[in-house]
């Protein structure tokens, strides 16, 4: 979830005039749905700190599954500057190889506080990786690719960029989480508006950089007062199992506590919030329980996640990334 916009520039209304439609995501049968979830969650973190680039913070993993075992594309804060990382695993646990593999550009779209916050997906043996980058009081969303994770291709300018005047997302976009469903990436994201207020939307696209907006965003609507998600969402983790579309989505409330909320749907775009609350409950990340990426594997619902123990707006929350499963009970 990053920091509230404030400002408004012509250049995001002009870049925000892109394309929309209705649409849903194949739709599911709506099976038996679990009565309730639990969340069981490693006590330690599995990636923590590190030196540099990532010494304040190390957060928004992003975690895919390729022939050689599991790699990390994963956000770091030096106090002054997002930038994304790479880790490889082969248990989820243990991660090695950490290395920074990509930084803002000053001297583009991007400037220099963020190339980062994003989402992974493999596609026709390449990887690709959907980031959060522009100016911070009107972020957008670009796209680099790699063969290799080391050398790393970025389009030119931004694959989604705010709305037009007044709509949902006119102040920024950002948080992108990707789900791939031939012939369709469908991206879900955090939009602003001129009124501070941080709600999901999704969009959709045939190729990763042309995106169709949802005519009918946003899709998911902040809670009512005193709820753990009055102040803003943010984060979204779409997956499917058991019949719906599950999403894992970060809440945050007006003292900037930060837990994880879950909805359902049968169609992706349509979603129900349940009761469950997900909340940090060790001294790491007591403050913060935030930016989850799924992957079901085997039945196991397998869940990466970041966590703080100072209650901040976005940055500065010693955040460290941990990992969890989330268990049906029927």
């Given at each position: 979830m990053r920091p509230r916009y404030a400002t408004l520039s012509f250049l995001a209304l002009v870049a925000g005039c892109g394309r929309y439609a209705d649409f849903t995501l194949p739709p599911l049968t709506g099976g038996s749905a679990p009565r309730t979830f639990e969340f069981l969650a490693e006590p330690q973190p599995v990636l923590a700190r590190g030196d540099g680039w990532e010494s304040r913070d190390a957060l928004n993993p992003s975690v895919i599954r390729t022939a050689s075992g599991l790699l990390n594309l994963y956000s770091g804060f030096d106090g002054r500057s997002w930038q994304t990382g790479l880790a490889s695993s082969t248990d989820g646990l243990h991660?090695?190889?950490?290395?920074?593999?990509?930084?803002?550009?000053?001297?583009?779209?991007?400037?220099?506080?963020?190339?980062?916050?994003g989402a992974a997906a493999m596609h026709a043996g390449q990887i690709r990786y959907w980031y959060v980058a522009g100016p911070m009081e009107h972020p957008s969303i670009g796209l680099a690719r790699s063969?290799?994770?080391?050398?790393?291709?970025?389009?030119?300018?931004?694959?989604?960029?705010?709305?037009?005047?007044?709509?949902?997302?006119?102040?920024?976009?950002?948080?992108?989480?990707?789900?791939?469903?031939d012939p369709y990436f469908y991206l879900y994201y955090l939009g602003q508006d001129r009124a501070h207020r941080q709600r999901l939307g999704v969009a959709r696209s045939t190729d990763g950089i042309h995106f169709q907006k949802l005519r009918a965003?946003?899709?998911?609507?902040?809670?009512?007062?005193?709820?753990?998600?009055?102040?803003?969402?943010?984060?979204?983790?779409?997956?499917?199992?058991?019949?719906?579309?599950?999403?894992?989505?970060?809440?945050?409330?007006?003292?900037?506590?930060?837990?994880?909320?879950?909805?359902r749907s049968t169609d992706g775009v349509h979603f129900t919030k349940l009761s469950?609350?997900?909340?940090?409950?060790e001294s790491w990340n007591s403050k913060v329980l935030c930016d989850p990426t799924v992957l079901v594997e085997n039945g196991i619902i397998r869940v990466w996640f970041g966590g703080g123990n100072a209650p901040q707006d976005a940055e500065n929350l010693n955040g460290q990334i941990g990992y969890g499963t989330l268990k049906p009970i029927l």
């Amino acid at each position: 979830m990053r920091p509230r916009y404030a400002t408004l520039s012509f250049l995001a209304l002009v870049a925000g005039c892109g394309r929309y439609a209705d649409f849903t995501l194949p739709p599911l049968t709506g099976g038996s749905a679990p009565r309730t979830f639990e969340f069981l969650a490693e006590p330690q973190p599995v990636l923590a700190r590190g030196d540099g680039w990532e010494s304040r913070d190390a957060l928004n993993p992003s975690v895919i599954r390729t022939a050689s075992g599991l790699l990390n594309l994963y956000s770091g804060f030096d106090g002054r500057s997002w930038q994304t990382g790479l880790a490889s695993s082969t248990d989820g646990l243990h991660w090695d190889h950490r290395t920074r593999i990509l930084s803002p550009d000053p001297h583009t779209w991007e400037g220099n506080y963020i190339a980062a916050n994003g989402a992974a997906a493999m596609h026709a043996g390449q990887i690709r990786y959907w980031y959060v980058a522009g100016p911070m009081e009107h972020p957008s969303i670009g796209l680099a690719r790699s063969n290799d994770g080391r050398e790393w291709h970025k389009e030119s300018q931004p694959v989604v960029t705010p709305g037009p005047y007044q709509s949902w997302d006119e102040y920024g976009v950002a948080d992108p989480y990707i789900v791939r469903i031939d012939p369709y990436f469908y991206l879900y994201y955090l939009g602003q508006d001129r009124a501070h207020r941080q709600r999901l939307g999704v969009a959709r696209s045939t190729d990763g950089i042309h995106f169709q907006k949802l005519r009918a965003n946003p899709i998911l609507e902040i809670g009512a007062n005193g709820a753990f998600d009055d102040d803003a969402l943010g984060e979204p983790a779409v997956f499917a199992d058991r019949g719906f579309y599950w999403m894992l989505y970060t809440g945050r409330d007006v003292s900037h506590i930060r837990r994880l909320g879950l909805a359902r749907s049968t169609d992706g775009v349509h979603f129900t919030k349940l009761s469950v609350v997900f909340a940090g409950t060790e001294s790491w990340n007591s403050k913060v329980l935030c930016d989850p990426t799924v992957l079901v594997e085997n039945g196991i619902i397998r869940v990466w996640f970041g966590g703080g123990n100072a209650p901040q707006d976005a940055e500065n929350l010693n955040g460290q990334i941990g990992y969890g499963t989330l268990k049906p009970i029927l």
